[in-house]
């Protein structure tokens, strides 16, 4: 498939990646069994990673009153592992790490799999 920017397939992409091209066996009946289709298409749908240090609730006379050097107190502590939320689910918590100059996040604490699979339908 190819896009342009990493923007979304056009509708004749959609299309073709969704047309039935498996083969078809019979089972004892001579009625045809599709086989089941690869969901590797899927590999490539791209998904919102965001990292969250804290949060706090102020209130709206405070935020117009914001300017540099400002200060506001999050609910986490210092040190605190940080949040990997994907498309706004926890998925794993870490440590922020310097990559080049650019910061990461290592991983030291990820969701099970059951858990992301249950958290998916709320």
Known sequence: METENNTRPNPEEIQELLKDDTSTISDVHNEPVQEPRSLDFLYDVPLEVSVEIGRSKILLKDLLNMGEGYVIE???????????????????????VMVGDKYGIRLI???STSDRLENLSK
Do not use: F
């Not at 986490?76 to 998925?91: E, F, H, M, Q, T």
């Open 74 to 96: 999050l609910d986490k502590a210092a040190g605190a592992p940080l949040d990997l939320y994907v498309n706004s689910r926890l998925i794993a918590r870490g440590e922020a």
């Open 109 to 111: 604490d990820v969701v």
